[in-house]
């Protein structure tokens, strides 16, 4: 078992920056890829937005985020961080990570999921 709890969300001004972490704990040093995925008010599926192998040598984003947000990790300190530039309105919704046994740009390929935690752009 894997326990994944994120933190660092918060309200941000259209434009503002925000950087949110997942740290993870449990069957941690199984070498899991991370992804960040979002659902936005009103949706009822959780959209893919980046993701990271376990090494840290690949990633993925959706284009939307391309140029913008930036996955990270560091494995010593069993944690994923989502840094957000250039936010837009679009961008609110709550952020889970999530944790899988290789790169992966669908939900249903992750094992283990956080509990989310809420971003919000104001403009």
């Known amino acids: 078992q894997v326990q994944l709890v994120e933190s660092g969300g918060g309200l941000v001004q259209v434009g503002g920056s925000l950087r949110i972490s997942c740290a993870a704990s449990?069957?941690?040093?199984?070498?899991?890829?991370m992804g960040w995925f979002r659902q936005a008010p009103g949706k009822e599926r959780r959209a893919f937005v980046a993701?990271?192998?376990?090494?840290?040598?690949?990633?993925l984003y959706e284009d939307s985020v391309k140029g913008r947000f930036t996955i990270s990790r560091d494995n010593a300190k069993n944690t994923v961080f989502l840094q957000m530039n250039s936010l837009k309105p679009a961008d609110t919704a709550v952020y889970y990570c999530?944790?899988?046994?290789?790169?992966?740009?669908?939900?249903?390929?992750?094992?283990?999921w956080g509990q989310g935690t809420q971003v919000t752009v104001s403009s």
């Open positions: 993701a990271i192998t376990w090494r840290g040598g690949d990633t």
């Open positions: 999530a944790a899988a046994r290789a790169l992966e740009v669908v939900s249903t390929r992750y094992d283990y």
């Open positions: 449990g069957r941690t040093s199984s070498n899991y890829a």
